[in-house]
């Protein structure tokens, strides 16, 4: 066991007023209203696992994690930890903006109670990590750009070497080098053994990352287990929640793919989907395919920098279930994709084995570890398949045959 | 785990190690008050010098020159500056760490609730701040006083003991006053006024010897008032009123004692916020 925790319970006292909490210091008469935070909540991580927190906003991921690092104790129950823990709940909250890079480096490692070697071999892991040159580490981190910031804090927050690694969302901070470089620092604690607690909203991440996950609801663990299962309950949920906001959109109202590319482009987006389409063999109305067509996809991106990245793609149904997806980073033998300039990318299906029922894309272009999103663009290019020939029902065909017993 | 550096871990866990880590978390985190403190400044740390000395020269050209306070019974050239001085000693880095001290948790109320630290540090720190300017009084106290022809007296070995009383009946009230103000607001602005107040319901400025007989014990009623008291006693030989030296030493149990309760019964609320 990495943390376990214990029945755990936490109640907030809400007051109403300020005056309040003095009146019931000085009465001793309860005059505070209770907020119910967590409750019951039972589980284990195991020594190496990288485990998942997902849940909505508000369901008390961010209060377990704040336990699970110690910033406040639970009402009831026990947390129990093991090893040097670091948490990564907000990044930078101690600098002091007057001190120089290093001296705040140096500060990181003091509230780890690090001294004398420990605390010179703590400065030069998060400097080498941070990228930042001795000049700029001399300099006070009030004239840090906010990307030099970020790294220098997310260097001496990990600088620790942590047995035990809490993530509260610090990933979807500063430029995508930076998140790329966090992400693969979290990989490499993970690979030398350490135990990483992570709570993100990115569900992609959390399946990539993730062995076990726990899905928080209204303060208890609604399910927990292997993530793949928690995650997609969880998913089923929010589409029962959102089921109301789909039924009303026609398929051909669905965003263009250069629209929805350009909507979710950021000026900083390194690899852009410029172009979805798909092709049938009679090249006729690619809109409405027949069930075991030839069918071709073709994706076209554009990259604008030398770093590798790879490109996955997703046959959706229109109620964002994924009846089929895959990625250039599943390919074993193959290489991330690379270079400056325009790639076109073909998918083809022989015979898709899709039957009747109106179907979307979704594409996505990632960096190389295949874990950070550069572009999505998602539920375009409707196409409607009609099993015309074959009287089978269902999503897809699946090969089967009839034996007959005697 | 086979990571490099697990002994520390181990020793983190044991008690010993949560107090030497507090340990060098404050000495970092002071270092860096000073280090900061004067960022930026052309004379830098020499402001801790020229602040208790200008203090010393306003009072001494208001009160010892325009109107020409003595001290009765103290026979030397320049009674009045050393006893100035002696209160001084004591008041200056009193209001120093009191009034850095009241801010210092609700200053980094989002940090506690960011990163697992012993929170007592921040209260800590605003008193060990004040011990430079502390540190400084006495040295001037002693030797102007030697200067002045002030008899090396038996009394002087009371200071190290007058100065930890000090520490603690200082550390017990910024525990108090830190957390008070975290919880209520109000009582940042209300310190403020009252040092104002405090000051001068203490003989610094002025001797005891100038105030009617019958309010003498009322002084023993003001911890800061005793400690000065105290001190002048014990530096310059100066009659304090009886009971002086018990007064302090309950003044100290109180604050001390209360501080470090009140401080760990309300400690829960830091970390949260809804």
Redesign the interface.
Known sequence: MAIAFRNIEKH?A?YAR??D??REWVTGRQRHSV?VALDGINFEVR?GETFGLIGENGAGKSTLL?IA?????PTRGEVTRQ???A?L??LG??F?P??SGQ?NI??MA??????GG?LE?FAARATEFSELSAETLQR?VKTYSSGMFMRLAFAAATAI?P?LLIVDEALSVGDLHFQKKSLNRILELRE???TVLFCSHNLYQVRSLCQRAAWIHGGRVQAIGATEDVVTAYEAHERRRYAHLRTDTPAGEVATPQAAAAASAYASVPVKIMRVGIETADGINPAQVDSFQDLTLEIEVESYGEAPFHVGFAIVRPDKDNVFGSSTQFLPSRPPMQGVGVHCLRVRFPRLPLLSGEYLWSVYTLDDSGLQVLDMAELVQPFTVLNQKHREFGLVWLEHEWLQLQ | MGLSGSDLTASQRVPSGRAQHAWVLWRYWMLREFKTRYAGSVLGLAWAVVQPLASLAIFYVLFGMVLAVRVPGLDLANGYLLHLLAGLAVWLPFTDAIGRGVGSLAAYEDFLRKQPMPAEILPAVAVGGSLLVMAIGYALLLVLSLAQGAPLRASWAWLPLLVLAQVVLTFGLTLFLSMAHFLWRDVGSFVTFALQLWFYLTPVVYPLAQVPERFHTWYLLNPVACLVLAVEWAVLGIAMPGGTLWALLAWVLVLGCGGVWFFRSMKAALGEAL
């Open positions: 907030y809400v300020p005056q909490r003095l907020h020594p704040k690092a110690g910033t406040i104790r090893g040097r823990v948490a709940l907000e909250a101690g002091h007057e001190e001296d140096r500060f003091a509230l780890h109670g690090l001294e420990a071999d006070p070497e047995e030398r053994g350490a």
